[in-house]
């Protein structure tokens, strides 16, 4: 089975900083993109951040200049520095790893997905 799990989430104010990090684990023979996702009540899911095997990234555009995502390959982890938090920033964050399983095709994981508070 493929593992994915989200960790750092927590309370920040509007103006601070929090670090997200994921984390990919189990029968895993290879790794692709790697992606950041929120969703907030009443709104679809959307993409934040996504960064490539090779390291190339993007970003939506309320996030850019203030997030940036990073992976550690060996470790098969990556993470979400955000700055500059908003109150708009307010979501669960969900980390999707597109894997390919021993014995299966190219596959999307999911985490269980990390609560983001920004308030004062």
């Known amino acids: 089975q493929v593992h994915v799990v989200e960790s750092g989430g927590g309370l920040v104010q509007p103006g601070k900083s929090l670090r997200l990090s994921c984390t990919a684990s189990?029968?895993?023979?290879?790794?692709?993109?790697m992606e950041w996702y929120r969703q907030a009540p009443g709104n679809l899911r959307e993409l934040v951040a996504g960064?490539?095997?090779?390291?190339?990234?993007n970003y939506a555009a309320s996030v850019q200049g203030r997030f940036t995502i990073s992976r550690d390959n060996a470790k098969k982890t990556i993470t979400l520095q955000m700055n500059t938090c908003q109150p708009e920033d307010t979501a669960v964050y969900y980390c999707?790893?597109?894997?390919?399983?021993?014995?299966?095709?190219?596959?999307?994981?999911w985490g269980q997905g990390t609560q983001v508070t920004v308030s004062s």
């Open positions: 189990g029968s895993i023979v290879s790794l692709s993109a």
């Open positions: 999707k790893v597109e894997a390919k399983e021993i014995g299966r095709t190219w596959d999307d994981y």
């Open positions: 960064i490539t095997h090779g390291g190339s990234t």
